[in-house]
């Protein structure tokens, strides 16, 4: 099955009204701050009544689980954040160069989408890295397999980006799994990634529109399944500012595998390790 290749939308016809860069700067610059602040505060409330007990008073079973969940939906709410912040970092060509490990980057991402699915999952797997963290990981039907060059040497890139797109593929996969779900590295020059599922999958009709913002495509069917309709937005807007290429297999009943080829863009001779762009 050949993928599904993704084109720029077509621009809005003259006359129609459309926010202009500054004013879509300023709404957003706008909406981070607001967010930031009460989000914060949010936080280190919480952690203070869960750990400060001797200057709050001791808590309750039931009143530890309550903040917990808040602490945890805060903490989502706070990654949320940073990830439209990454986004329009790379809409401005702003990218943060390193050598990082691609094994470690993938066990991270998983963690984070896992919190989000399983949190039950996530305190054993904090436990154990490596081969033994992937063979643990087949107990919740994931299986991840690293090949190429990236197996062992380091990947350059934005290592930030890098995380926020796979957490995004594989929790929306998570989501709409059925039983399976995997997650395939490999490549020699460039770093290719798949993640696959084996959901209800995506009609031909629909794929287009698939990273449309707000779009939740077979909504009716997983009614339960959270979510906005902008991560994969997102995603294919991070891909796209880092020179990469994402496309789509689907059939319905059988599944979806996303699979997105990004460069390896290593830091110019005149810049410092590290350096953003």
């Not at 706008?30 to 602040?37: E, P, R, S, Y």
């Not at 020059?189 to 959901?199: F, M």
């Not at 994969?232 to 891909?239: E, R």
Request: with cysteine.
């Amino acid at each position: 099955m050949k993928g599904f290749q993704f084109k720029k939308p077509k621009e809005k016809e003259e006359g129609s009204e459309q926010a202009t860069p500054g004013q879509k700067e300023r709404l957003f610059d706008l909406l981070i701050h607001d967010l930031a602040g009460p989000l914060a505060i949010a936080s280190t409330s919480t952690a203070n009544l869960l750990h400060k007990a001797e200057r709050y008073g001791a808590l309750s079973e039931s009143q530890k689980r309550v903040l917990e969940r808040v602490e945890r939906n805060v903490e989502k709410a706070q990654n949320l954040l940073h990830e439209m912040v990454e986004i329009l970092r790379s809409e401005e060509g702003l990218f943060q160069r390193d050598f990082f490990s691609i094994e470690k980057t993938v066990q991270d991402s998983l963690l984070d989408a896992l919190e989000m699915q399983t949190p039950h999952a996530v305190e054993k797997l904090c436990l154990v890295n490596g081969p033994e963290f992937r063979s643990c990981l087949k107990e919740y039907g994931i299986n991840v397999e690293i090949t190429g060059k990236y197996c062992e040497s380091p990947f350059c890139h934005d290592q930030k980006k890098i995380r926020q797109i796979l957490r995004n593929l594989i929790g929306n996969a998570l989501k709409y799994r059925k039983e399976r779900l995997g997650v395939m590295i490999s490549g020699e020059t460039d770093l290719v990634v798949s993640i696959e599922d084996d959901g209800i999958g995506i009609p031909l009709a629909d794929q287009e529109a698939i990273f449309g913002r707000f779009v939740r495509l077979n909504a009716d069917q997983r009614p339960h399944v959270p979510g906005l309709g902008l991560g994969l937005t997102g995603v294919k807007t991070l891909v796209g500012a880092m020179g990469g290429e994402i496309s789509l297999e689907s059939r319905e009943g059988v599944g979806t595998r996303f699979t997105v080829r990004i460069p390896c863009n290593p830091p110019s001779p005149h810049r410092n390790k590290g350096e953003a762009s």
